[in-house]
């Protein structure tokens, strides 16, 4: 939609090429639940004359029957477009409406203020250049307010307007004012909001969205449109590194062959030495062909297709750039994540990476923190759930060529689908770990470990990672279970069953089995009554050092004696080992046997050994007992998950 201009009825030419050369701004609208996002909008839209009169007639219709103010116009039902939002009085989806003033061609993204459609509020921010934070005057900021902040900065958003909303409901206050602002000043400085400013207004009545407002004197600022017209967005776009992900080649017959793509950044000119990453291949620039002809110099965010002097091969999702300033390359990458999906994100699955125009697969390697939102502070953890926000380092089955999300907000930029579903499940973006002299952010700043009362980070030393640390970062507490019982009696097929549960649920978790260790640590014992007492001492200490890693330990022993049982105990500590007899009759343990042990005991081979030369002290108050006569390995093994967490080891 355009604006009302004399040109349209006198010279139509003329309108169109001034409307053509207008600069583009893409804005949000964001904030907490019911601050007055889509109100805003929809005033934004009427008192600037930007609705059409059939649409004009609708809105008013409706505000009779679905309306939120009486039966007076609700703005809002310019953006609220579905069924759903209208019946509730809420957003659900990103609405976007397009308009322009004398000045300007505008954007607009409605993004939702639940928090179960913060995806959604971060999808619409992905592109935008400036950003609207609405906050309601009798609330103050909220704690959805200050996720949205917190992505807006993540997202590079460098301008950001305050809208104060709702002062009419304050009697136009200007102590309220002045408080939320010293509050969200208080919350936003430790944010990267470069270009922060404030303006109290009444979407609903119209104060200071397009006139200014006689309701507040004592506010000496511009309205909510001079401020979206006159801020300067030119420095903003990134013009000295040169990036053009190829996104298709361009083959209509044998005389021409150019690489299509829209630039990311930078400016590219005929005659140019470039080079084709990953392959390093250099060329230079013959031709920059647009639908509308050739030029002689494009730049940002320009579509193109170039032609190049040599015959240098290139695909979709190679990368064009200068020889001199080139992204860099690797498989591993350093990442802020938003994770978007209702399953929670657990390290090592497989997903969908989405690089610029490339796909390749790789995993989440490991969460180094989440954030609070709230204080900006950031704590281990094991997992992140739906619309929480933290740092990872990802691991691709391939090299690609990025630069840091801040310089490039395509080449830094990354999306995580699943696999099954195809479902975008987060939002990546890459940091800068290279950078020297320059600012962290908040969220990139070590993490407060408590220690000998001293600070994480002094004298450039990083302090021990402390019990409690590891035990959030994992989600579980560590322990030693020891499956004791006869030979082929199940101990470490039940083992391994509980290790790949608990994998799969994100643990870290390992299998410590008496053979294994036999084939090295004790690959000098044999099997008499002090060499397997050794076995389990070397063993129990091996489980002592996993557990205080914060790794669970399954260890299958046969573990004959219950006075070695004990000591083992003391070992690891008792508050952190358990007890469970994997029972099996005799008879059943001799048909398992595929090793022939019970064979060579019977032959005189093997002295001293359990079940048959040698007795089995079956333990006296187990904390579990499996009989694997009579229950299946899945049956085992949950029962074992269930030990765990019922004495507090895992968290439900």
């Known amino acids: 939609m355009s604006h009302h201009s004399d040109l ?31 109100t805003l909008i929809g005033r934004l839209l009427f008192d600037s004359k930007m609705l059409y009169e059939d649409e004009l007639a609708r809105i008013e219709a409706d505000s009779k029957t679905q309306g939120a103010v009486g039966g007076k116009f609700d703005p809002a039902l310019a953006t609220d477009g579905l069924k759903e939002e209208r019946e509730q009085g809420i957003t659900i989806d990103v609405a976007y409406r397009y308009f322009s003033t004398a000045k300007r061609k505008f954007i607009i993204a409605d993004t939702p203020g639940h928090e179960q459609y913060t995806r959604n509020m971060a999808t619409g921010a992905s592109s935008a250049d400036l950003a609207v934070i609405l906050i309601d005057a009798r609330h103050g900021v909220m704690t959805q307010t200050k996720r949205h902040s917190f992505i807006v900065s993540l997202l590079g958003i460098r301008h950001v307007i305050i809208a104060i909303n709702k002062m009419d409901l304050v009697d136009f206050d200007e102590a309220t004012y002045d408080k939320i602002c010293a509050d ?23 104060d200071n969205v397009v006139d200014r407002s006689e309701n507040m004197p004592w506010y000496n600022g511009g309205t909510l449109m001079n401020r979206l017209e006159s801020v300067y967005i030119g420095s903003d776009r990134n013009l000295q590194d040169f990036r053009m992900p190829v996104q298709w080649v361009n083959r209509p017959n044998l005389d021409f062959r150019g690489f299509c793509g829209t630039i990311a950044s930078g400016i590219i000119r005929k005659g140019d030495e470039v080079m084709v990453m990953p392959s390093k ?76 125009a490339q796909q390749i697969t790789g995993s989440i390697e490991s969460l180094r923190y989440r954030i609070d939102v709230n204080t900006l502070h950031s704590s281990p953890s094991p997992q992140l759930n739906l619309n929480e926000i933290g740092r990872c380092r990802l691991s691709l089955n391939e090299p690609i060529c990025f630069d840091p999300y801040k310089s490039n907000r395509s080449t830094g930029a990354l999306i995580l689908i699943d696999r099954i579903t195809n479902a975008t499940v987060a939002a990546a973006m890459i940091l800068d770990r290279n950078a020297s002299g320059m600012r962290l952010a908040a969220w990139e700043e070590e993490i407060p470990v408590e220690g000998n009362g001293e600070d994480v980070q002094e004298a450039g030393v990083l302090n021990a990672v402390t019990p409690e640390e590891r035990e959030a970062r994992y989600g579980q507490k560590p322990a030693t279970v020891l499956l004791t019982g006869l030979t082929s009696s199940g101990k470490t097929t039940i083992a391994q069953a509980v290790e790949r549960k608990l994998f799969d649920s994100g643990r870290a978790v390992t299998v410590l089995d008496g053979q294994q260790v036999r084939r090295g640590l004790s690959k000098d014992l044999g099997f008499s009554f002090e060499e397997r007492s050794e076995n389990l001492r070397r063993s129990a200490h091996l489980a002592n050092i996993l557990n205080d890693a914060g790794i669970i330990c399954i260890a299958a022993f046969v573990a004959p004696n219950a006075t070695v049982r004990d000591k083992v105990a003391g070992v690891i500590g008792t508050e952190r080992f358990l007890t469970v007899h994997v029972d099996a009759p005799l008879e059943l343990c001799r048909q398992r046997d595929s090793r022939g042990q019970y064979a060579e005991a019977d032959a005189g081979k093997l002295t001293e050994f359990s079940g048959d030369a040698a007795p089995y002290e079956v333990p006296e108050s187990p904390d579990l007992v499996l009989k694997t006569g009579e229950q299946s390995v899945d049956e085992c093994a949950n029962a074992v998950i269930e030990l765990l967490t019922s004495r507090g080891f895992l968290r439900s």
């Not at 006198?10 to 907490?32: M, N, P, V």
């Not at 190679?318 to 657990?346: C, F, H, Q, R």
Request: include cysteine.
């Open 184 to 206: 969200y000043s208080a919350f936003s400085r430790r944010l990267d909001l470069p270009d922060l400013h404030f303006i109290p207004l009444s979407a609903l009545n119209g």
């Open 281 to 356: 291949k250099r060329t230079h620039v013959k031709e920059i062909v647009t639908f509308d002809g050739n030029l002689d110099e494009a730049f940002a965010p320009l579509a193109i297709t170039l032609t190049f002097e040599d015959e240098v091969d290139a695909s979709r999702g190679d990368i064009v750039v200068k020889p001199g300033n080139v992204p860099a390359m690797s498989d591993t990458v350093e990442a802020m994540l938003v994770w978007m999906a209702e399953e929670p994100m657990v390290p090592g699955k497989t997903y969908i990476v989405k690089h610029s």
């Open 8 to 38: 349209i009825a006198t010279d139509i030419e003329a309108y169109l090429k001034q409307h053509e050369q207008k600069q583009l701004l893409r804005f949000i609208t964001c904030g907490s639940v019911d601050d007055g996002k889509s």
